[in-house]
């Protein structure tokens, strides 16, 4: 059995200070957790804010290819969890026929953001992981995701919303590998 769920939030966990996205329970209280990367929390921001870039990104390449070749994403399915971690595929029809496709749960959250692509995870990932909404803070079953409002100790700037292509090229020439900060990937 699958139940729908909708994103909730993206946070930063201030223990690990990795992006945490919360699906939650589309008729109920229960909400599912999943880290994601760093590169595919900003691809799904980015959607969600309805920013748009001059050219595609990687999540809206996909879905114009799914597109062009004459699909269309159905789903995302987040259907099982193995050793820690999380599997997805995203359902796409062409035609007649439904093609499940192998993915991380965040590149197709990713996807199904730009498609408006239901989300889905199986009953028994969501027992296995959820957490109940309307529990009190602190309880046993609380988690230590936290939105992190503290300064970080970093020189990358904010980027204004009306910041010029020019301006923007610049900044990111003047770049380092140490302005990310603890991220791996």
Avoid at 85 to 112: K, N
Avoid at 145 to 153: K, L
Wanted: proline share 6%; aromatic share 4%; glycine share 4%.
């Amino acid at each position: 059995m699958l139940v729908e769920v909708q994103i909730e939030c993206l946070l930063i966990d201030t223990v690990t200070d990795q992006p945490v996205i919360m699906l939650q329970e589309t008729n109920g209280t229960r909400a599912v957790p999943i880290v994601i990367g760093l590169s595919e929390a900003g691809a799904i921001a980015s959607e969600l804010e309805q920013i748009s870039f001059p050219r595609p990104m990687t999540h809206d390449l996909l879905r114009a290819a799914i597109e062009q070749l004459g699909g269309t994403v159905e789903a995302v399915v987040i259907h099982d969890l193995r050793a820690s971690t999380f599997y997805a595929h995203l359902v796409v029809r062409q035609g007649e026929a439904t093609f499940e496709i192998d993915a991380r749960p965040s590149d197709a959250i990713a996807v199904a953001v730009r498609t408006t692509a239901p989300i889905y995870v199986s009953e028994s990932v969501v027992d296995h992981v959820a957490i109940n909404q309307q529990e009190q803070v602190g309880g046993e079953n609380a988690i230590s995701v936290e939105i992190d409002t503290a300064p970080r100790d970093t020189t990358v700037p904010s980027i204004p919303a009306d910041t010029d292509p020019e301006q923007l090229r610049q900044m990111l020439e003047n770049l380092s590998p140490d302005d990310f900060g603890k991220y791996k990937m």
